[in-house]
């Protein structure tokens, strides 16, 4: 019974959470953007070419 009673409390306190800006697909769509201006897209690019070079290599 004293599990169920802290799983309702979290669940509550998920609940009870603040949202200061709903709208979420703006946000990431702004974090996306972010993501390309700073350049880490051709981190990400790299380390998938990287990455598919080193898989071939091993048996």
């Keep these: 019974?004293?599990?169920?009673?802290?799983?309702?409390?979290?669940?509550?306190t998920l609940l009870a959470q603040d949202v200061k800006d709903?709208?979420?697909l703006?946000?990431?769509q702004?974090?996306?953007e972010n993501f390309v201006?700073?350049?880490?897209i051709w981190a990400l690019i790299?380390?998938?070419?990287l990455g598919y070079g080193f898989k071939?290599?091993?048996p």
């Design 22 to 24: 709903p709208n979420v």
């Design 1 to 12: 019974m004293a599990h169920l009673h802290h799983s309702l409390g979290l669940v509550w």
């Design 30 to 32: 702004t974090a996306f």
């Design 26 to 28: 703006g946000q990431m």
């Design 37 to 40: 201006k700073s350049g880490q």
């Design 46 to 49: 790299i380390g998938f070419v």
């Design 56 to 58: 071939s290599l091993l």
